[in-house]
């Protein structure tokens, strides 16, 4: 009986798959000119077998404070494009980086300046999920209508606040 489970188990689907994908690894390794690319979020999940047949490995890690404001910022620019907010301005809410620190203080309360204390605060999030806070705080955080920036910004806060706590970041 213990017998037939143990079969049962190394023949189980995710295995097969496994062997599948490391007989074609193997195999591409006899015709020169291939490239293969790989990436995983559960690094630690992976087969040794797989992993011996890496040649190169590289951690990517989280973004730093200055391209999660550009991401969010680029996300915000395409929110204003769409002209889903109501703004009392035409001048450039979020601008780049470089400016925006150099302008940056900490008393204003400008949305450039809440922007990049929001980035500052989203430490450990990844790109990916920086890159949808701000559609999905739209959606969850706000009460309909026209919002305004200074809604929009505390719904990214509340976001990034939620999105820290479900990943486990403190």
Do not use: C
């Not at 213990?2 to 188990?9: H, P, S, V, W």
């Amino acid at each position: 009986m213990i017998r037939d489970l143990l079969l049962i188990k190394r023949n189980s689907l995710p295995e097969q798959a496994i062997n599948a994908l490391l007989t074609a690894m193997d195999r591409l390794r006899h015709h020169p000119n291939y490239l293969v690319f790989a990436t995983s979020n559960l690094v630690k999940a992976l087969d040794s077998a797989f992993m011996d047949r890496i040649d190169f490995k590289y951690h990517v890690p989280n973004p730093p404070e200055k391209v999660r404001y550009e991401i969010l910022r680029h996300r915000y620019d395409k929110i204003v494009a769409s002209h889903l907010l109501e703004l009392d301005t035409e001048k450039e809410l979020f601008p780049q980086w470089s400016i925006m620190n150099l302008n940056r203080n900490p008393g204003r309360d400008q949305p450039s300046s809440k922007l990049g204390d929001i980035a500052r605060n989203a430490e450990g999030l990844s790109g990916r999920a920086l890159s949808r806070l701000p559609w999905l705080s739209l959606v969850q955080h706000t009460s309909g209508g026209s919002p305004t920036i200074e809604d929009l910004l505390s719904a990214l806060e509340i976001a990034v606040e939620a999105e820290k706590t479900v990943k486990g970041i403190t």
